[in-house]
């Protein structure tokens, strides 16, 4: 057979190429094969809540963080209903400012940005700050003075200094009580160092901690040697910055100007996402596509990222795919509808798997009580199923308002699942149990069930992610496992447990007259027809006509 | 230990695929790559999926069908069934591509607007025209899709079949290749298949051997059995008349339909022998069991004969009555 032939060198031929194109990848672009480890994107949220003055315009400056070692920012965005919003500089500093002519009632804005953390990132926009010429009036002068002489005469450099001024402040004596009766002991620290001409200024730092709201900012004093500069815990006089602390303001203006309201307050909450390592590059990259550097030209990696993620869904609906060929060919599982569990399993990795499940198995069985409803009505097919279709829209709607007014959140994601194809799902069942009963019905929507979970699971790990997101060539590669299982002629698992009773009889039994096993008989006499084609088929006709001659003799 | 029990329990539930191959039982993925889409050609299958176009052939290639009374296709017609039945007495009413006997009405006795169903339940001609209506409606057909309705003769079962069968009338089933008779079985309704002939409703399939049309053993649920389950019937005892007329009447069915691989069911009416009642081009693989047989050497046999093409039905039904045979008389 010629076309086998050309079937299987193009399939081949397929297989190479992807192979070819992952090796090229590989090499080229020292993309890894396998992920490396994971690394931490931080999503923090600003609230902020004001009460607006009456009949006034509202501005609203917020400090956004600025750059800073060991964090790159991703990306940023704001929600604010009715508000402009615009991003501003204001002595050096980034603001995010919104304006609203009139609001009315309790106002709440939100600014959300995520940040990578980046050990090798370790630029900082943080400038020197100028010594302020203090004029203070005593007894606080002579207070400061006290502090310092004992600061000088135990220290080296300025960051030593500065841990023994805070050490000073710490100690419970009336000096520091009286200092302190005026000003907050970050601003303290500051004030002294500026007396023994030593540039420092509070920064506000965000501790990150996962899943934590209603935080507030936490101060800390940068002293600086030079241009260098040291970050102190004005508390515990430990010096240095944790890898999870994220410096909010570098500069030492306000964090959030109001006018035109009172009560203004801020608070953040912080969420930690882990990330495949190559996954953060990729968005780092693009970040820096943004800002003009470009550095990575990879076909995927060029995509804006909301484009990116359309596109790493499509990339990962073939091995959905492989997954169901291999189940039902190989495995022989029964599912109902040929890709459905496909579908299914893709909003699975909208709906995270015990969401889905639930989700999933809620509609059909609401929807298969709904459509036995609709099979007494004698409808026609196409009337029956836009009911379903309408059916099956309701109970996603229900399903997702009830569980959001308990307060799973979680439960709005249902309306993920596709509705035409479970309406279907929904029609297709309800036939089967008509016809062959309950049983067949567990058993295909099992196995639909069963496959889809298979195909979610393979679709959500990191390493296949990692790979089918970097190397196109899987693609083909996928394609040629599907063509050649396409032509698997073998016997399924469940065949194997099917034919089991057979097997067993055709090795105890022999049928009729039968002397040894047919299939024994018959190959033999394929192998002789094969050899001898003439001679043989001249044997059989003698042998025909040799009976045909004795039945006629019986018969008379 | 346990890893040598889960081995043994393996063993006791699962064939080993080497002994099944060895023994020549085909599969499903065999049977879908190398014969159902290499001998059957897509656009022939409306043929055998809407019997209408299955009885028009059929009465093209002079195939014994029952004879088809009238068609039933819109509400114009259901209002004029009493003309179309042209005072038939007895007649059987279904849907043109309904499948598993959904549908399937049987009048035995037909008189002055009474129709006396075959359970002995009467019906007046309002009934029918309903239950024609929901036939044209898609009621019976896969999927729900708009149907007609075929009106044919009653087939008078030949009596030697009664005890054999609970309810229902058993039809033969003769898988045909190429022309080539290859396997035959015989499907016996039972309580437990609700009087359908379906083997995996719990339906008693018996092999037919295809020399003699003597019955060669006999499954239920996969295991062998030897009485019919509610008639208490010796199974064994089963033999199929005018084997050879059947025989040719399936071979003939490759010619008429042009799919090399088909499962042609066949019915025996007592005054015309024996009749094509359907055709099926995804026939099943359970008829393996019932004849304690596989398929695959008796297909490659026919695919290693150099002249079959060539071959007549009757040569090709004689070739296979002398190699597939179970009973030497
Ligand atoms: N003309 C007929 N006369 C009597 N019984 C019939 C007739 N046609 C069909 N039947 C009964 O209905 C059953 C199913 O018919 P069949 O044509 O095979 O339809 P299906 O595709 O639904 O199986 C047959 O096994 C037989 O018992
Ligand atoms: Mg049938």
Known sequence: MASRGVFYVVTLALFIAGLLLIIYQHLTFQIPVFPGKKSEVWTVEAKIEFEPSANTAATIDFAIPAIQPNFTQLKQNTSSLGYGTSYIQKQGANYIQWTKRNPIGLQTLYYRADFLYDANANNSSMTVPEIEESVEGEPYATAMDEINDAAYSKSSNPYSYAVQVINEINKKSETTSLLLSKYTKSDLVVKILNRASIPARVVTVLELEDGRRNRSLKNMVAVFDNTSYELYDTTTGNSGINSNQLIWTNHGSSLLDVQGGTNARVSFSILKNSVATSEAGMLLASVEKASGSDIVSLSIDSLPIEEQSVFKTILLLPIGVLIVVFLRIIIGIKTSGTFMPVLISMAFLQTSLVVGLIGFISIVCIGLIVRSWLSYLNLLLIARISAVIITVIAIIGCISVLTYKIGLTEGIKVTFFPMIILSWTIERMSILWEEEGYKEVLVQGGGSLFVAVCAYLAMNSLIIQHITFNFLGLQLIILSLVLIMGNYTGFRLSELKRFKPLAVQIKENLNGDNTEIEAKTLNQKIKDLKNNPQATLKKWQEEQNQNNAKNGKEDK | MSVLNFLSNLKNRYANPWQLQSFGIMGMNQRNVNFISRFNQRKLFPLVDNKLKTKKIAIEHKVKTPNLIGVVENQQDVKNIISILKGSKAFCIKPSRGSGGKGILVITHAEHEHFIKGSGQVMSTHDVQRHLSNILAGLFS???????????????????????????????????????????????????????????????????????????????????????????????????PHWTEVLTLASSCYNMSGLGYIGTDIVLDERFGPMLLELNARPGLAIQTANNAGLLPRLKLILALPNRHSMSISQKVQFSMQHFGVFNS
């Open chain 2, 142 to 240: 896969l999927g729900g899709k708009p149907d007609i309705a075929l009106i044919e003769d009653l087939i008078h079962f030949d009596h030697v079949f009664d005890g054999y069968s609970y309810e229902g009338v058993p039809d033969t089933r003769v898988i045909v290749f190429e022309g080539f008779p290859v396997m035959s079985m015989m499907r016996l309704s039972t309580q437990a298949s609700d009087g359908k002939a379906n083997l995996h409703q719990g339906a008693v399939g018996v092999g037919i051997c295809i020399r003699t049309g003597r019955a060669v053993r006999a499954v239920q649920h996969n295991e062998p059995v030897k009485y019919h389950p509610d008639t208490e019937k010796d199974l064994a005892t089963l033999k199929v």
